[in-house]
């Protein structure tokens, strides 16, 4: 179960992407987080690993506030939140294989890891995930030799070497076309399905949201305008969310 | 008045005041007409041009006339001209007419072109009337002194190949080859002498090892997204960044004057000159490829949990790596190409005997240097290119555990094991001796304070302004004849241009080779060919200038025209145009803003190597600070490096700002 209290973020130079934002997510849900652009989505999802420190408010992941954790602390619970990245973020010239496996770092000493040397056991895993995710036959090449769609595969898999409870994934088909899209949110889907990992997926269009998530929230200016179903999102609800001069976007 | 081309004018100017205006002050009525930029250009021109009229009359004379009791400078007609012209553009505009730029930029250029040709004491007719002495070098230089008949008759490698390249002599066989019991004591055994090419080459690698492990550390102090996130690290960053821009204003050779003081003449001070400069200029690439990062990936690992040094181990690293390697091999193609000439101030290498083989007249050794430099220096450019190449484009990765054949990790072994030979060699040749770093001269320090208090005084500042104001003509000049020459023959260096019949492709390959040839030598080495053909002074330095410009301007230009949009070309191909048309209409309108960008970067990097064509007679400050040098009046060499420091710096921005607007 995942608790956000309070949560505001003002950024340095005085923007508040985030206002007293509160909301539960149950283990096992497909939650997805809707808004215009700039209305606080990729702030919230880096505040839940603090990889943006929220400026107040608590987070609380199974019990364990993770506001209140000193760095290092907050490090080792980082492993089991991973996440996935509208840009991928992957690191461009090395092979896939070798960011795949950076997704183990948490778990090894320094000193290990940084010959590139890796426990047979993950690099096993490694492959392993790269076959679920149908890439079983590019771990040895660069990163940026395969397309968007791959590179997000790439990127799932990176976030699945964790093996987390929770995955957070900022825009994670904005990059693609809509083919892809579905492609990689039915990956996604089976995480949330298969390894019962919980999902907080920010999501553009409506209709990803009607066929993937299994609740919703909607962010207007920082402020969180609806918490519910995303059946129930209507035309009414969208324009609220979106703004009036808004337009349903259908894909597929 | 036609529709289409009447303007929308707001608030109608009086022409009259707008003229008046600008009679009084220039630029004034097109400031009253709200065209500021424009204002200011006039204004910054005519004023800028006065100062300059003003200063080359009352300082060398230029221009002067004498009228009865008056004399002065017939510049200031062309300027009043100037002026007038001013008056009519105000005039003109108000009335919302374009009067012709092409004029006023034509009077200022007269202006500026005049005056660099008077202070460079160019003589066109000096090149004429010593052709008949000089063709004996131009002889000797095709006659390069590399093979001699023996005694028998037979082709050898000559005395002065040996010297060059290295000879073979037999000395004593060493302990350890006798106590391998492969020969027996005593017994004599063939070992290389290297020659000076060979010392040059050990001086470049050095240099550029030193300077890349170096720099490494700096970069990372000069790079803002770093900095940033260490305390007090923005101080730290200002001063870095500071401290590699200065050190790399100061041209290699300079370097090498001062540090003879140092540490004495011979290879050692070239490596250390070498390194000094390439350590600014890695420095500041390297930090600008930090800067550059994707944060993306650091992102993504920080999101994992990996930790700091996890991090920078596989989301920094992997990303700065290959561009590191990239830039350290562009440097070592510099270094090389500097390596040829350092010695000429620091001793050692192949600038050094250039220049103890001119002394003595031997224009035939002087000539093999040239053609061995040339192959080298060719040679390194084309490895430099391809790894390059390699590096960034890349090979399809393998990893660790990715099954990796013997063979090739034998040959990455066996490359290892060379290039560790090599450096070793490398070590001995340039005889680095890092002792001597910590023993320096009696004197050094000495010269060290007097060399940092410059001095200021109003007769120095005079005449260092002056050399100064040579050397930044002599580049504009040299620039000027260099891409005017340049634009004939990089449309002949032009693949695509030049089509795929068996002429085409001679002219092509025979344009290639005689730029790539004239590149692979650097000014410096030029000087002495025209200081005999024109004589000492900055007339020669040009001349070399123009040579080296010629060289790289038209391979840039060359370049620029192949990478040409052909879409263009083919439509007027398609109408029934001719070629000459298609040159006009297609190219010349794509080309000509790469064109002025590569100028302007050529007379900036101009200006850097007419400081130092003084050393060997080429004239300028390089002359000037020689001179301060063997007079040991070391304040006033301190004065000549801070003004060539502000003078390459501003050149440096401005050239960096104008080609920014340009693309
Ligand atoms: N580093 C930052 N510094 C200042 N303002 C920021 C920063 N990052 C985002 N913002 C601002 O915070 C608000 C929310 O941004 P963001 O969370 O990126 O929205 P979304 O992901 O929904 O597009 C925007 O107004 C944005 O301009
Ligand atoms: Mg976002």
Redesign the pocket.
């Known amino acids: 179960m995942l608790k956000v209290e309070n949560l505001t973020?003002v950024?340095?130079?005085g923007?508040v992407?985030?206002r007293d934002v509160s909301f539960q997510v149950p283990d096992g849900e497909f939650l997805a987080v809707i808004?215009?652009?700039?209305?606080?989505?990729?702030?919230?999802l880096?505040c839940i690993n603090r990889i943006?420190e929220p400026t107040s408010g608590r987070i609380i992941l199974d019990g364990v506030d993770l506001t209140a954790l000193p760095p290092s602390e907050m490090r080792k619970q980082r492993r089991q939140i991973g996440m996935v990245f509208q840009q991928f973020n992957l690191v461009k010239r090395s092979s896939v294989l070798t960011n795949v496996l950076a997704g183990r770092l948490g778990y090894l000493p320094s000193y290990m890891s940084l010959a590139n040397h890796f426990p047979a056991a993950d690099h096993e895993t490694a492959l392993k995930t790269l076959a679920r995710l149908g890439l079983e036959d590019k771990a040895h090449v660069r990163a940026d030799s395969l397309s968007g769609g791959q590179q997000q595969r790439v990127g799932i898999a990176r976030a699945l070497m964790q093996d987390p409870k929770l995955i957070l994934a900022?825009?994670p088909v904005a990059s693609l076309d809509p083919v892809l899209s579905h492609s990689i949110m039915k990956h996604l889907e089976a995480c949330n399905k298969e390894d019962g990992i919980t999902i907080l997926c920010?999501l553009h269009f409506l209709d990803l949201v009607h066929r993937y998530a299994t609740s919703a929230i909607g962010?207007k200016g920082?402020q969180l305008v609806f918490q519910g179903l995303p059946q129930e999102i209507d035309d009414a609800q969208f324009k609220e969310i979106f703004g009036q001069e808004a337009e349903r976007v259908t894909i597929l | 008045m036609n529709m289409l081309t009447a303007k929308p004018t707001k608030a109608p100017r009086n022409a009259g005041v707008a003229a008046a205006l600008s009679l009084v002050v220039p630029g004034a009525g097109q400031f009253y007409l709200g065209m500021r930029q424009r204002a200011a250009a006039i204004l910054g021109v005519v004023l800028g041009l006065g100062v300059l009229i003003q200063w080359v009359f009352a300082d060398l004379g230029v221009g002067e006339v004498t009228w009865g009791s008056l004399t002065t400078s017939w510049l200031w007609a062309l300027l009043a001209l100037l002026w007038l012209w001013n008056v009519a553009d105000a005039y003109g505009r108000a009335r919302g007419r374009r009067s012709a730029d092409a004029v006023g930029v034509l009077l200022a250029l007269v202006i500026v072109y005049y005056i660099g040709w008077q202070v460079t004491d160019a003589n066109l007719e000096r090149l004429f009337s010593r052709f008949e002495d000089v063709k004996g070098v131009l002889n000797a230089l095709v006659h390069p002194d590399l093979v001699a008949r023996d005694e028998l008759g037979a082709w050898r490698p000559s005395e002065n190949f040996g010297d060059l390249v290295g000879k073979i002599v037999h000395k004593p066989a060493s302990g350890l080859l006798v106590a391998l019991g492969l020969v027996r004591e005593g017994a004599l055994v063939p070992a290389l002498v290297p020659g000076k090419l060979l010392e040059t080459i050990a001086i470049g690698l050095m240099a550029t090892l030193f300077s890349a492990v170096l720099a490494l550390p700096l970069s990372f102090a000069a790079a803002h997204n770093i900095m940033s996130r260490v305390p007090g690290g923005a101080v730290i960053y200002q001063v870095m960044r500071g401290v590699l821009n200065v050190v790399r204003a100061i041209d290699t050779l300079i370097w090498g004057i001062l540090i003879v003081v140092w540490v004495g003449l011979g290879s050692f001070a070239g490596v250390l000159a070498l390194t000094i400069h390439s350590i600014a200029a890695l420095g500041k690439l390297y930090s600008e490829e930090i800067e550059h990062i994707d944060p993306g990936p650091v992102e993504a690992l920080t999101a994992t949990g990996a930790g700091l040094l996890q991090t920078i181990r596989y989301a920094v690293i992997p990303q700065i790596v290959p561009p590191f390697l990239a830039f350290t091999l562009l440097r070592w193609d510099i270094n090389m190409r500097m390596a040829t000439v350092v010695g000429v101030v620091a001793g050692g290498g192949i600038g050094f005997f250039v220049v103890e083989t001119i002394r003595k007249g031997g224009y035939e050794q002087y000539a093999a240097a040239l053609w061995l430099v040339a192959l080298v220096i060719i040679l390194v450019d084309y490895v430099s290119a391809r790894w390059r190449e390699r590096i960034l484009v890349g090979e399809v990765l393998t990893d660790k555990r990715a099954p990796r054949p013997l063979a090739r990790a034998a040959r990455t072994a066996l490359m290892a094991a060379l290039l560790l030979a090599f450096f070793a060699a490398s070590w001995s040749l340039s005889q680095i001796d890092l002792r001597k770093l910590f023993e320096p001269a009696p004197t050094f320090w000495q010269v060290v304070g007097d060399f940092v208090t410059i001095d200021v005084s109003p007769a120095v500042l005079q005449v260092v302004s002056r050399q100064m104001l040579i050397t930044v003509f002599q580049a504009l000049i040299a620039t000027t004849l260099g891409a005017l020459a340049a634009i004939p023959f990089s449309f002949l260096a032009a693949r695509n241009l030049l089509g795929d019949s068996p002429v085409g492709k001679a002219a092509y390959y025979a344009t290639r080779a005689l730029l790539n040839f004239l590149r692979s030598i650097e000014a410096l080495l030029y000087v002495a060919i025209f200081v005999f053909w024109v004589g000492i002074g900055p007339f020669a330095g040009m001349l070399s200038l123009a040579i080296t410009s010629f060289a790289l301007v038209g391979k840039l230009f060359s370049e620029a025209i192949e990478n040409i949009d052909p879409g263009p070309l083919e439509a007027i191909t398609a109408a029934g145009g001719t070629r000459l048309q298609s040159v006009m209409y297609a190219i010349l309108p794509q080309i000509i803003p790469p064109f002025i960008s590569y100028v302007i970067y050529q007379w900036d990097i101009n200006v850097r190597v007419s400081t130092i064509v003084g050393f060997a007679g080429g004239g300028g400050v390089g002359l000037l600070l020689n001179n301060y040098f063997g007079m040991l009046q070391y304040h006033k060499a301190g004065t000549v490096v801070a003004m060539i420091v502000i003078v390459v710096t501003v050149m440096d921005f401005a050239s960096a700002k104008i080609r920014e607007r340009l693309v």
């Open positions: 973020k950024y340095p130079n923007t992407a985030l808004g215009l652009s700039g209305s606080g989505k990729s702030t919230l880096r943006i900022d825009e920010s962010l920082g």
